[in-house]
């Protein structure tokens, strides 16, 4: 495995990072160091400033804290090789806030460099990996979760979606050429598979790999993909990386998020544990009552927490506001200096964060409903 998985009861917070289970507290300068990636530095960040003007806030904050061949690419794009940038999904439910992060920061690129978005919609890995799963739904939810990628103000003139099941001719030849070069003993060591893994499984690497270098079939062009992604993404780019100079591609280079918390103790944001995730189409009330039961850096009491403080660094409220609540740094440093010295109680974080959830989910449910009646031109076989 990636890392090790082997849990055991004693060590239930054991870290588990794989593209397909993500568990225990996160350690963030261990997978840059295991996965081998690089970490975002000044430097880098000055690079883009030159591009981007102002720096957006998630890469300001180093919620996006890692890369590959970042630097590369902002070079060639100074000598007038644009990239692409391709982001994807698998649509295995509904869409949370912490799904789309990853989104909004492409949104963000996209507009500051002038690029191409491809999205992949990945109906056939969530059918062959998961033994429950059934192809009508999960590519019900590709449809589904289209919108709420529309939703955050993609134009179909540069962005294109891709929904595997429906469009795997598109995608064919290059995942054969892609799944020929990389050998069962690599792809075992990367991903873990065992000798119960289900053979669609085995193959499915090469589908997402597709993307990275799908543009030059479209355009003719030959160009890197840039892929803003979780960082549990970043295995199936290791073995990317490793055959796209044979095929004549440039590497795909990549930029790695942190995962949102859940409103639970420890953990990502995850739809498997709904009372801990806020969904895109949840209603008002529901949202208040999950943001009310969250676990938070509070004390006991008030008067406790009046005394001593609360401790924004473990607060999945904090979270919330540091990842896509709160754009003003000094109005976030003043909430955590507030909650360090009790001058401010768990109460009035949830109420003010219950507000901007509900303001941002009002209008994205009504772009969202909006997408319903563009969707088609967004799909790359359009
Ligand atoms: N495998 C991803 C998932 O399960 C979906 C995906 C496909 C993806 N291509 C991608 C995610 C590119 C990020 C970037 O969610």
Same mark, same amino acid.
């Given at each position: 495995?990636?890392?090790d998985?082997?849990?055991?009861? %004693?060590?239930?917070? $054991?870290?588990?990072?794989?593209?397909?289970?993500v568990k225990?507290?996160?350690d963030y300068?261990?997978?840059?160091?295991?996965?081998?990636?690089?970490?975002?530095?000044k430097?880098?960040?000055d690079?883009v400033?030159?591009?981007t003007? $102002?720096?957006?806030?998630q890469?300001?904050?180093?919620?996006f804290?890692s890369?590959r *061949?970042?630097?590369i690419?902002?070079?060639?794009?100074?000598?007038g090789?644009?990239?692409?940038?391709y982001t994807?999904?698998g649509?295995s439910?509904?869409?949370?806030i912490?799904?789309m992060?990853p989104?909004? #920061?492409?949104?963000? =690129?996209?507009d500051?460099?002038?690029?191409?978005?491809?999205f992949?919609?990945?109906?056939?890995e969530?059918?062959?990996?998961d033994?429950e799963a059934?192809? /009508? %739904?999960?590519?019900?939810?590709? &449809?589904?979760?289209a919108l709420?990628l529309?939703?955050l103000?993609?134009q179909? $003139?540069?962005?294109f979606i891709?929904y595997?099941?429906?469009d795997?001719?598109?995608? +064919? *030849?290059?995942?054969?050429?892609?799944?020929k070069?990389?050998?069962?003993?690599t792809? /075992?060591?990367? #991903?873990?598979f065992?000798d119960s893994t289900n053979?669609?499984?085995?193959?499915?690497?090469?589908v997402?790999?597709v993307?990275?270098?799908?543009? /030059?079939?479209?355009?003719? $062009?030959?160009?890197?993909a840039l892929?803003?992604?979780?960082?549990d993404?970043?295995? +199936?780019?290791?073995?990317t990386?490793d055959?796209a100079?044979?095929?004549g591609? &440039?590497?795909?280079?990549?930029i790695?998020?942190?995962?949102?918390?859940g409103l639970?103790i420890?953990?990502k944001?995850?739809?498997?544990?709904?009372?801990?995730?806020?969904?895109?189409t *949840?209603?008002?009330?529901?949202?208040?009552?999950k943001i009310?039961?969250? &676990?938070?850096?509070? /004390?006991?009491?008030i008067?406790?927490q009046k005394k001593?403080?609360?401790?924004p660094?473990?607060?999945t409220? +904090?979270?919330? #506001?540091?990842?896509?609540?709160e754009?003003?740094?000094?109005?976030?440093?003043?909430?955590?200096?507030?909650?360090?010295?009790g001058?401010?109680?768990?109460?009035?974080?949830?109420?003010? =964060?219950t507000e901007?959830?509900?303001?941002?989910?009002?209008?994205?449910?009504?772009?969202?409903?909006?997408?319903?009646?563009?969707i088609?031109k967004?799909h790359i076989k359009?």
């Amino acid at each position: 495995m990636l890392v090790d998985c082997s849990l055991t009861d %004693e060590d239930k917070n $054991e870290m588990v990072v794989t593209p397909w289970e993500v568990k225990g507290k996160v350690d963030y300068e261990r997978l840059v160091r295991e996965f081998g990636t690089q970490p975002i530095t000044k430097e880098l960040l000055d690079k883009v400033r030159k591009h981007t003007g $102002e720096v957006q806030s998630q890469l300001r904050r180093q919620l996006f804290f890692s890369h590959r *061949d970042l630097d590369i690419v902002l070079d060639l794009y100074d000598k007038g090789i644009k990239f692409v940038l391709y982001t994807g999904r698998g649509p295995s439910g509904p869409v949370h806030i912490g799904h789309m992060i990853p989104w909004i #920061f492409t949104k963000y =690129l996209q507009d500051k460099f002038d690029t191409r978005l491809y999205f992949q919609m990945t109906d056939d890995e969530k059918f062959v990996v998961d033994d429950e799963a059934e192809m /009508k %739904e999960t590519t019900r939810y590709a &449809y589904d979760n289209a919108l709420d990628l529309i939703a955050l103000g993609f134009q179909p $003139e540069n962005t294109f979606i891709i929904y595997d099941i429906q469009d795997i001719d598109l995608l +064919y *030849d290059i995942a054969l050429e892609v799944a020929k070069r990389i050998t069962y003993s690599t792809a /075992k060591a990367t #991903f873990g598979f065992q000798d119960s893994t289900n053979l669609g499984w085995v193959f499915w690497p090469a589908v997402q790999a597709v993307p990275c270098f799908i543009h /030059k079939k479209m355009t003719g $062009e030959n160009v890197p993909a840039l892929i803003p992604a979780a960082i549990d993404q970043d295995p +199936y780019w290791r073995i990317t990386r490793d055959i796209a100079p044979k095929l004549g591609y &440039y590497k795909p280079a990549q930029i790695h998020n942190r995962f949102l918390p859940g409103l639970a103790i420890g953990g990502k944001m995850s739809a498997s544990e709904p009372e801990t995730a806020i969904f895109t189409t *949840d209603p008002p009330e529901l949202v208040k009552k999950k943001i009310w039961n969250a &676990y938070t850096g509070g /004390k006991g009491t008030i008067a406790e927490q009046k005394k001593q403080g609360g401790v924004p660094d473990i607060c999945t409220i +904090y979270e919330y #506001f540091l990842f896509l609540f709160e754009e003003d740094d000094k109005k976030l440093t003043e909430r955590s200096r507030q909650c360090r010295t009790g001058g401010i109680m768990c109460g009035e974080c949830k109420q003010d =964060l219950t507000e901007r959830v509900n303001k941002f989910l009002a209008e994205h449910q009504r772009k969202r409903e909006r997408a319903k009646t563009i969707i088609d031109k967004f799909h790359i076989k359009r």
